[in-house]
């Protein structure tokens, strides 16, 4: 019997807990073929339904979170067979309509569709080894999920430029000072700070986790008066929930807040 390309479970033991994905094909470090990223976009949005998840991890091995697009799967496709059956696009998008808070725990290589993939997450941890990279220019092609426009939006053009057109990697320290992980961490600190993450989001109040994720992602696909809009009426829209009731009375009353669902 083969091994599950992902292996999921659910972490914490809150009312609502954090669903843990690993990318489990360590030999290979993880390279993304469509067995993988059917059964990683089934698995999202299975957790996405879940009332009692609160929010996502994705990691992958020590080695390896991912490696890139499998480039044997690749290597078998031409322009027809790649724009027919939308290549990297049909089962690669499904991370982007996931409302829940999606957390990227990299260690080790984070290279082409693995580094796309951490970038559509909506924050990435790095453990002190991890390594970024769009060496898709040495296959002779470029970055095709998201690479060439996700990349200048977390570290500005210049350093983009430098990454898709040389190749070159990353390491943890430089992600960091250019703002495309939030933290580093000891290598084998990461698993569990980054569920910890989980479970403090998990804590929090349901609508307003959402909409934070929602008017965030605004900034990045709106102009910015329109993405002020946004936020000003999910703002106000959020004064109607309980959550706002009881958050702003634990902090006068000197309490912890307790949220609903
Ligand atoms: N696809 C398929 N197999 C891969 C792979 C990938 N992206 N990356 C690594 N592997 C396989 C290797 O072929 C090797 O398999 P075998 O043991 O059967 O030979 C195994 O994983 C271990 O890899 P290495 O022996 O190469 O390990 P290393 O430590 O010497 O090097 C590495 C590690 C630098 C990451 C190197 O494996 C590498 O350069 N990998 C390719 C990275 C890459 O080019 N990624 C971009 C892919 S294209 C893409 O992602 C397009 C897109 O935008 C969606």
Known sequence: ???????????????????????????QLNALNDEVMDALGEALRRFDADPA?????????????????DIGMLSQHDFISAYTTDLVTRNWETIRSVRKPVIAAVAGFALGGGCELAMMCDIIVAADNARFGQPEIKLGVIPGAGGTQRLPRAVGKAKAMDMVLTGRMMDAAEAERSGLVSRVL??????????????????LGTASVLAAKECVNRAYESPLAEGMMVERRMFHALFGTPDQKEGMDAFLAKRPAKFVR
């Open 1 to 27: 019997m083969t091994d599950p390309v992902i292996l999921t479970e659910l972490r914490g033991d809150g009312e609502r807990r954090t669903a843990l994905v690993r990318l489990n094909r360590p030999k």
């Open 53 to 69: 998840v609160g929010a996502i991890v994705i990691t992958g091995s020590e080695k390896a979170f991912a490696a890139g697009a």
């Open 186 to 203: 000891p290598a084998d600190k990461l698993l569990d700070e980054v569920l910890a993450m989980g479970e403090l989001i998990c804590t």
